[in-house]
């Protein structure tokens, strides 16, 4: 079946633009999660949403952060007022109900100018 | 919270030996730890994870050991090829830590015909 998509694939953008990523999870999966990838670093959690629970925030690393997921699947990041020190690799993860495994997306490069 | 370190943070084989990564954790609660293939411009792929309650798995030319007491795991990788070449990254979860993996920092792998 489809695995984790995510959109844009690529993105440049000015410092203090907005920018809005996307994540579609696997068919069925309740849990999604944000990762970023900074350039030859590992992962770092960002954010975590099961169900309709409240979203664990916790790995967010500014007030500039934020994230939705709408109707229990798609999410958007949103990272406004773009520093340069944001440009990274933006992974996002889901997993079934009661699983542990977590599978990735390929992923949105994100370049701050 | 949970510490991962992983090494060696690179390693170059022959094709046709072993390769072999070790990753120690902080937290002996965690109880799942995955390993992650990372292809250049793609997101991780999990290729292999291991539960706390089993000290080795195997699929294939690839293994994964355990040891909880002294809290390190390890991926074994047999009869290497080219295709093999890419980062690896452990990883670890315990699901009373907010249900996220913390990862360890990457091994680079190179493994020349």
């Known amino acids: 079946g489809a695995g984790v998509s995510q959109s844009p694939s690529n993105k440049v953008t000015e410092k203090g633009k907005d920018v809005e990523l996307r994540c579609d999870p696997i068919?069925?999966?309740?849990?999604l999660y944000w990762y970023r990838q900074s350039l030859g670093q590992g992962l770092e959690f960002l954010i975590y949403?099961?169900?309709?629970?409240?979203?664990?925030k916790s790995g967010l690393p500014s007030d500039r952060f934020s994230a939705e997921r709408t109707g229990g699947s798609v999410s958007t990041l949103t990272i406004q007022r773009t520093q340069q020190e944001d440009s990274a690799v933006y992974l996002c993860?889901?997993?079934?109900?009661?699983?542990?495994?977590?599978?990735f997306g390929p992923g949105t490069r994100l370049t701050v100018t | 919270g949970e510490n991962v370190e992983q090494h060696p943070s690179t390693l170059s084989v022959q094709e046709g030996d072993s390769a072999v990564i070790k990753c120690t954790y902080s937290d002996s609660a965690s109880n799942y730890f995955p390993w992650y293939k990372q292809e250049l411009g793609k997101g991780p792929q999990l290729i292999i994870d291991i539960r706390s309650n089993v000290g080795e798995k195997k699929d294939q030319r690839i293994a994964v050991t355990l040891n909880k007491t002294a809290k390190h795991f390890s991926l074994h990788i047999t009869e290497t090829q080219p295709e093999d070449s890419a980062v690896y990254f452990c990883?670890?979860?315990?699901?009373?830590?907010?249900?996220?993996?913390?990862f360890g920092g990457g091994t680079r792998v190179l493994v020349k015909p």
């Open positions: 990883a670890v979860y315990r699901a009373a830590a907010g249900n996220k993996l913390t």
């Open positions: 068919s069925g999966h309740t849990a």
């Open positions: 993860a889901s997993s079934g109900q009661g699983m542990y495994e977590q599978y």
């Open positions: 949403f099961q169900g309709n629970s409240a979203p664990d």
